[in-house]
């Protein structure tokens, strides 16, 4: 008998968790149940459904490709293995891989000069403390993904946030707007526009990671959904993951909250219909719709080194490479950490996402890579022992102590007492 006291096996076996929507959230299905390790991490998430924190919640917990425990918690709306969520900058991850995957082509090289392959940014200036801009130093394919380029974002409180605005060029829906004209439009007015600093200077989250994009469709000379379907999403079965919904798919889209003074509310002011279109660019920093088991394997194949289930997507080195910081850390680490709200001398910047630097958060954790998304969404990949965990849920903006950060550390806690 385990814990529970039920005669099931307290791993091996997924756990599923589905509670029935409504006003409240109603009791679990019944027979559903999870290993007794991985029951306090499954309770504690359904607290935050019940309190009224999450509108609804998917978690997914694996180890070597095997999934330990799969839930599927239910609140102000249903949510099941079909739903699709917008993982926002969980994209960036995914991008990051297509980069390293022209790498390992030897069809590019991280220190390539970006103008090399968007000659739109042959110009660049950044913008002095006096309002006066200097020639940029060359930006690399490296800076894009590591938030050390200096582009900007449309939000927050850069100085270039309120131009960016002025050029169309808002964050979410940019990419919906045909006077942008796509990727190539998008490059040409953000050439147009000052950098925030020197490359490699700093630390900025900006509009790197779709400048990004776009370097991998003028490489691959496809577009960066059919490079990703063809290198990644078709070898891992990742069947429901894209940069629009279908409309057969239409149906699973789940809603969008946002905190109220009366608990949550679903946002209904057109935009949580955007991703029902197909967008006139694929934006590589926030643009992917995904359900939980799709981005559940990309996180097994990160845990394993570049491969699931016997295929493999990146070599080890490649997928090492991905996960290890690039550049010199020193200049970025000051924002980044205030940024992530991570402790001093936790993390450091990799590409596309941040590795934790030790284990503080139980054994394992120390060369953890990570990155969630504005919605709420998160996921981490553990290659030192093959452990991965991915979160879903759509409210935004998240409240600071969010749930995949009080997770983290209980599923760790969880697999040091099995083991």
């Known amino acids: 008998m385990n814990a529970r006291g039920d005669g099931l096996p307290a791993f091996g076996r997924r756990a599923f968790l589905q509670l029935a929507a409504g006003a409240m959230v109603a009791a679990a299905a019944p027979g559903a149940w999870a290993g007794a390790r991985l029951d306090a991490v499954l309770e504690r998430l359904r607290g935050f459904v019940e309190a009224g924190a999450l509108p609804f919640a998917s978690i997914r917990i694996a180890r070597h490709g095997e999934v330990l425990a799969e839930a599927h918690i239910g609140g102000v709306e249903p949510v099941d293995a079909h739903s699709l969520h917008r993982i926002y900058s969980m994209t960036k991850p995914v991008v990051a891989a297509a980069t390293?995957?022209?790498?390992?082509?030897?069809s590019l090289s991280l220190h390539d000069p970006v103008a090399c392959y968007v000659p739109e940014f042959a110009g660049l200036r950044v913008l002095g403390a006096d309002g006066a801009t200097v020639p940029a130093r060359p930006m690399t394919v490296a800076h894009l993904l590591s938030h050390s380029c200096?582009?900007?974002?449309?939000?927050?409180?850069?100085p270039l946030a309120p131009r960016y605005r002025e050029a169309g060029l808002v964050a979410a829906r940019w990419m919906y707007d045909p006077r942008i004209r796509g990727l190539h439009g998008f490059a040409e007015r953000l050439g147009r526009l000052p950098l925030a600093f020197q490359p490699g200077s700093?630390?900025?989250?900006?509009?790197?990671?779709?400048i990004a994009g776009l370097v991998v469709e003028r490489v691959s000379g496809q577009r960066l959904g059919d490079f990703l379907r063809e290198r990644v999403f078709a070898p891992l079965g990742m069947a429901a993951t894209g940069f629009h919904v279908p409309v057969e798919r239409a149906g699973h889209l789940a809603g969008i909250y946002a905190p109220g003074e009366g608990g949550l509310r679903r946002i209904e002011d057109g935009s949580e219909r955007l991703p029902l279109a197909v967008p006139f660019a694929d934006a590589g920093s926030s643009g992917l719709l995904?359900?939980?088991e799709d981005y559940g394997r990309f996180a097994d194949m990160l845990a394993a080194g570049g491969e699931r289930a016997g295929i493999r997507v990146m070599a080890p080195a490649t997928a090492r490479l991905l996960?290890?910081?690039?550049?010199p850390q020193a200049p970025l680490l000051e924002a980044l950490e205030a940024f992530g709200r991570y402790a001093p001398g936790?993390?450091?910047?990799?590409?596309?996402?941040?590795?934790r630097t030790d284990a503080r958060s139980g054994p394992g954790s120390a060369g953890e890579y990570a990155w969630g998304g504005a919605a709420g969404t998160g996921f981490f990949a553990a290659p030192r022992i093959g452990l991965s965990m991915t979160l879903?849920?759509?409210v935004m903006p998240v409240a600071a102590g969010s749930a995949r950060d009080v997770l983290r550390p209980m599923v760790y806690a969880a697999l040091q007492a099995r083991d």
């Open 100 to 106: 390293v995957l022209l790498v390992e082509d030897g």
């Open 150 to 158: 200096g582009l900007a974002n449309s939000w927050g409180d850069s």
């Open 202 to 210: 700093a630390w900025l989250y900006g509009y790197g990671l779709d």
């Open 290 to 292: 995904s359900t939980l």
């Open 323 to 327: 996960m290890a910081p690039h550049a």
């Open 346 to 355: 936790s993390v450091v910047q990799a590409l596309g996402g941040v590795v």
């Open 392 to 394: 879903m849920t759509q």
